[in-house]
């Protein structure tokens, strides 16, 4: 058996790491970007271009034939049309590295937002998964949201480096760099910011189940 076939058992778990596609779709969302850096410095920008679609295809299909979750390869192939796209039309090697500069900063911006207008961005989420209503208490709970509002405070830092490094590489050039920051800060980073908002959602369903114990005697 593969670590996640595409017809998983309905009662088996699914993790984050497997919703990733797994440690191998964590590894594989690295190879186009090696490989566009590699065939950009051997045969060029035209060619970078080729290879790293080519990279993202050739993912799809051996997960497919793997019989692995394809979800993750797809999601990459999009991201990789798109940067390729920029690169090939702005003409520069660095411009495959553009959208995520901005999005970075974009999520680095709503984050900061949302923690501003006292609606934690974590926390917002938590309660979209969880909720089967317009269940708003978390917030009236200084406990809760402050939990919330730490765990968002580490995503919101987590973009805010990646835009800062990245676009302070993209500025000087650095392609190399720039694919070597792209990797080691996506989800090593990003696995730092889950481990806060883990702690974050395991404060919030022990306040969460408490004041259910209490309300439940109110109610008989």
Known sequence: MTEKTLYPARDEPLTLLDRMGGVSGLVAGAVPTIAYVITNAVAGLDAAVVVAVCASIGLIVLRRVRRQSIQPAVSGLLGVGVAALIAFYTGSAEGYFLPGIWVSLVMAVVCAVSILVRRPLVGVVWNLLTSTGPRQSWRSDRITMRAFDVATV??????????????????????????????AMG???VGLALL?????????????????????????
Do not use: C, H, K
């Open 187 to 189: 989800y090593p980073l």
């Open 196 to 220: 806060v908002t883990y702690w974050a959602v395991r404060r919030a369903r022990r306040r969460s189940s408490a004041a259910a114990e209490v309300e439940a005697p109110a109610s008989t």
């Open 154 to 183: 580490a995503f919101t830092a987590v973009f805010a480096a990646r835009f800062l490094v990245q676009d302070w590489l993209y500025d000087a050039g650095s392609t190399g760099w720039l694919a070597f920051a792209r990797i």
